[in-house]
Nanobody, 121 residues
């Protein structure tokens, strides 16, 4: 019923930039918060950033000042602009959204399939 599709990952040198996108589609009535999480090899999945419907944003301390999250509500799409990338940013990045489907009554979390980001020289 609902799909989240990430794109924009890849290989980049330290200090470089990437822009991730997450497009939500399907029987969507409304989207509350949208966010990015990441999981590095051998580590737990961790919060990166989120943006709620009002536009308020939150960031993990490790990415503040380097990453910028935004969303286009008309397109049900979220972006993550990542600048000054570091090797420790290497991870699979997952999109998350809290969605109410059409004819639904509750909010549920949905996840994308993930996109790989590798920061290496």
């Amino acid at each position: 019923q609902v799909q989240l599709v990430e794109s924009g990952g890849g290989l980049v040198q330290p200090g470089g930039s990437l822009r991730l996108s997450c497009a939500a589609s399907g029987s969507i009535f409304s989207i509350s918060a949208m966010g990015w999480y990441r999981q590095a090899p051998g580590k737990e999945r961790e919060f990166v950033a989120n943006v709620i419907s009002s536009g308020t944003t939150n960031y993990a301390d490790s990415v503040k000042g380097r990453f910028t999250i935004s969303r286009d509500n008309a397109k049900n799409t979220m972006y993550l602009q990542m600048n000054s990338l570091k090797p420790e940013d290497t991870a699979v990045y997952y999109c998350n959204a809290i969605i109410m489907i059409q004819s639904g009554h509750n909010w549920y979390p949905y996840w994308g399939q993930g996109t790989q980001v590798i920061v290496s020289s």
